[in-house]
């Protein structure tokens, strides 16, 4: 007895048969993802601005218990939402934040810069024994000053960045540092919390971090509106 044959592919230009039930309305799948997530994520320990924000981010990372691990600069919201809307620059430590940035959501069509490819980072890197993402963070210049910092995968980016601040290099306007990772993923966090200068900040604590928490807290900050 031979097999009925496969069906063939659909015609490119028309969706295939629908077998299962879901929503497919981009906008209704956030809707209803942000109010899953207020309806089942402890957010009563945030400040009322950074609520939207740590939504975002629980959204990209289906992680409810995120809330307990967030700590934001009392200031983190008001300095990173008025530095973008006065045009500030992204300085990102991994293309994959930058690529994450939804730039509709921008609201001064802010740059977004990684320098990680830059031809100069390879040989500083090896100058300095440090990581390229390390050395890369050094190229960003005077552009640093006012701008808004995302840091989602290399703590060594984090660590060097205030290091440069300490040694008088331009001050940002909001650090998000969120590096993941098991040497120095911790210990960065600390030292973005604890810095001297008074930089806002905004941390996961502990190994969690990575460029979809990162490009989710940028795009918060970016509009205050959830969905847009």
Same mark, same amino acid.
Not at 118 to 137: F, G, K
Not at 153 to 163: D, I, M, Q, W, Y
């Given at each position: 007895m031979s097999e009925a044959p496969l069906p063939g592919p659909p015609r490119s230009d028309s969706p295939p048969a629908r077998l299962y039930d879901y929503v497919t309305d981009p906008a209704e799948i956030y809707r209803r993802s942000f109010a899953q997530v207020r309806a089942e994520a402890d957010l009563s320990g945030l400040p009322e601005d950074a609520r939207t924000v740590a939504v975002r981010m629980i959204h990209a990372s289906g992680d409810l218990e995120l809330p307990r691990s967030l700590a934001l600069h009392p200031r983190l919201v008001a300095a990173a939402r008025g530095a973008l809307e006065g045009g500030a620059t992204?300085?990102?430590? /991994?293309?994959?934040?930058?690529?994450?940035?939804?730039r509709r959501r921008l609201p001064a069509d802010n740059a977004v810069r990684c320098l990680l490819d830059?031809?100069?980072?390879?040989?500083?890197?090896?100058?300095?024994?440090?990581?390229?993402?390390?050395?890369?963070?050094s190229f960003w210049g005077e552009e640093?000053?006012?701008?808004?910092?995302?840091?989602?995968? /290399?703590?060594?980016?984090?660590?060097?960045?205030?290091?440069?601040?300490?040694?008088?290099?331009?001050?940002? /306007?909001?650090?998000?540092?969120?590096p993941v990772g098991f040497v120095g993923s911790a210990e960065s966090k600390v030292a973005l919390v604890e810095n001297p200068w008074d930089l806002p900040y905004l941390v996961v604590h502990g190994r969690r971090g990575g460029s979809a928490l990162c490009a989710s807290a940028i795009n918060a900050l970016a509009q205050e509106e959830e969905i847009a």
């Open positions: 992204i300085f990102t430590d /991994a293309y994959m934040i930058a690529s994450g940035v939804t830059d031809p100069r980072v390879p040989e500083r890197a090896r100058a300095w024994s440090t990581t390229r993402s390390a050395a890369a963070v640093l000053e006012g701008a808004v910092v995302a840091i989602g995968n /290399a703590p060594t980016a984090l660590f060097h960045l205030l290091e440069q601040v300490a040694a008088g290099g331009p001050r940002p /306007a909001a650090v998000l540092g969120i």
